[in-house]
């Protein structure tokens, strides 16, 4: 009766262990890690592009993972992380469950997390294809006479006007990355002899291609 008890409770523990156990992803793009689900969170820190994070969960219904990254635990969007399936780099997004990640429900969650959603969103960023944040840089690079590199960004009288010039915040569903796109009903501003226009999404301000209305650029 003892070892069958023993047996019982190594396997629910070891059942415990697998139900928690972390998904390894790399995120596609430069991503913030926010402190909670949601585009409002404040962000702590920024992945860097192909960084590696630990997945620790994500909301069943949503897009937003809680991950571990070089110390620090925060929330990312999952659009953004690839995992492995089958040998394979898989879109985290909507394959929680080929990944064996662990999820729950938002309602379920403490310390002022669960209702904490978007609410009254002016509407959604129109997400970028996987893996082409790099493209879109180099494109704005040219947009921006080469401006953009690396480590060179927009010209600092550009990011210094956009700082200097707040506007009205907007949050949308999503997160804000280069190459995301910036729905027409989100009002943009212009920079002063500067081809780009700028807003405030999601708590950052950013650098837009007035033609293509895509991100080229995040002030952090």
Known sequence: ?????????VSAITL???????????????????????PSFEIPGVIPADGAV??????????????SYDGQTGWAYSQYLTATV??????VYENYAPLEVTTVERNSLGGGLAGA??????????????GAA?????????LLGGAIGADAGIEETTVTYIQDNPVEPV??????????????????????EAPVQYAY????????????????YIVR
């Open 54 to 67: 630990e997945i620790e969960r994500c909301i069943a219904e949503g897009a937003w993972c809680e991950v």
């Open 117 to 130: 959603a978007v609410g009254a969103a002016a509407g959604a960023l129109i997400a970028g294809p996987v």
């Open 201 to 216: 999404i999601n708590g950052r301000p950013v650098a837009i291609d007035p033609e293509t209305r895509q991100i080229v």
């Open 86 to 91: 089958d040998s394979e780099p898989t879109v």
């Open 16 to 38: 415990a262990g697998a139900a928690s156990a972390q998904v390894a992803a790399n995120a596609t793009t430069d991503l913030n890690l926010r402190t909670g689900p949601g």
């Open 1 to 9: 009766m003892m070892k069958r008890t023993l047996i019982a409770s």
């Open 171 to 192: 949050y949308l569903d999503g997160e804000v990355v280069v190459g995301a796109g910036v729905p027409q009903g989100v009002a943009v501003y212009e920079v002063p």
């Open 134 to 142: 790099a493209g879109t840089a180099a494109a704005a690079g040219g």
